[in-house]
């Protein structure tokens, strides 16, 4: 259901403007920089309609830290007037994390209806974002990107009523316990959905994509069964779909091994459950299974997760 807009700066926030006027910045990392790393309590930036062409780095702080994006309808993507974009990639630098468009290093980030875009493209990783730290909510953002779009990495994360597109291994990460929730899943080209990266049975990352859509990207044509719901990065990898509505797009398989020569398939938790759409039919991998009962968020972030999340996009 459409909410309200929110068009202008709540009170106390930084903001951001492209024709900036007193007290205010042009960039979102000049915002970023303005505020204190060891300051306690809360911070929020506000950023006005655009398109900044910039990479963010958001360093470990104590405060809490909320940014909102300039939008009419602020229970959607759809609305969102505020755009993050460059493009960074591996042919560039030297790791994931630095290829991000924003770089998340910081606890209890929240990040509401803004369009993060990495425009690489085919190729090589680049991310539009590296979710470094626990207790990070994306609200009505936009990921774009191609290969690599969404590092999530550390602690545990939620990604509500978000649009998320890419072609490789576009949902990815190694500890991060991760909650996506009414997630529309565009389709860009030939590959994989998800890349989970638990090495071992002790590593706690675990992906749950729930009440969400996949289908092609618009203006992409792409054959059935192109994509894959996941493979594993490394072999004890843990993703779980459910009631989720995969179009012809996704291949009867599910989920398909790391490589011919390298399955990685030994010690992986692949799940569904109540899947529906041409996609969630057909004959599953034999190390994937269905579950008999769905999995809950309190499960996945832990029974304190309604304290940090925001629970008005979680239903």
């Known amino acids: 259901m459409r ?10 926030c930084t903001v951001v403007r492209q024709s900036a006027g007193t007290g205010e910045y042009s960039t979102f990392q000049a915002a970023v920089n303005s505020l204190s790393t060891t300051a306690t309590g809360t911070q929020c930036i ?68 803004i369009n993060l875009k990495n425009t690489r493209g085919n190729g090589s990783q680049a991310l539009a974002v590296s979710a470094q730290a ?11 990107g191609y290969q690599d779009t969404i590092l999530a990495n550390e602690g545990n994360q939620i990604y509500a009523r978000c649009y998320i597109d890419g072609a490789t291994d576009f949902i ?17 080209g030939t590959g994989y959905i998800t890349a989970n990266g638990r090495d071992s049975e002790s590593n706690v990352s675990y992906y749950v994509i729930t009440d969400s859509d996949i289908q092609a990207a618009p203006g992409v044509t792409i054959a059935a069964g192109s994509t ?46 109540l899947n529906t759409g041409t996609g969630s039919q057909g004959t599953r991998a034999s190390f994937s299974s269905q579950l008999t009962a769905p999995e809950t968020a309190a499960n996945v972030l832990g029974s304190t997760y309604t304290t940090w999340a925001d629970m008005s996009y979680l239903s």
Not at 172 to 188: C, E, H, M, P
Not at 228 to 254: D, E, I, K
């Open 134 to 144: 626990t207790q990070q909510g994306y609200y009505g953002v936009q990921f774009i």
């Open 172 to 188: 990815f990460g190694q500890r991060a316990r991760a909650w996506f929730y009414k997630a529309d899943i565009r389709i860009k």
């Open 3 to 12: 909410r309200a807009g929110r068009t202008s700066p709540p009170t106390g």
């Open 228 to 273: 894959y719901l996941g493979r594993p990065w490394r072999n004890y990898s843990r993703v779980v779909f459910q009631r989720t509505s995969m179009s012809a797009v996704v291949n009867s398989a599910g989920w398909v091994q790391w490589n011919s020569g390298d399955p990685r398939t030994d010690n992986v938790y692949y799940r569904e459950y």
């Open 46 to 113: 506000f950023i006005y309609q655009g398109t900044y062409n910039e990479q963010v780095y958001i360093a470990a702080r104590t405060a809490q830290l909320t940014v909102y994006g300039y939008t009419t309808d602020t229970s959607t993507y759809t609305s969102n007037t505020v755009t993050i974009t460059q493009g960074l990639s591996q042919d560039d630098v030297s790791s994931n994390d630095l290829t991000a468009t924003l770089r998340a290093h910081n606890v209890g980030l929240k990040v509401y209806n």
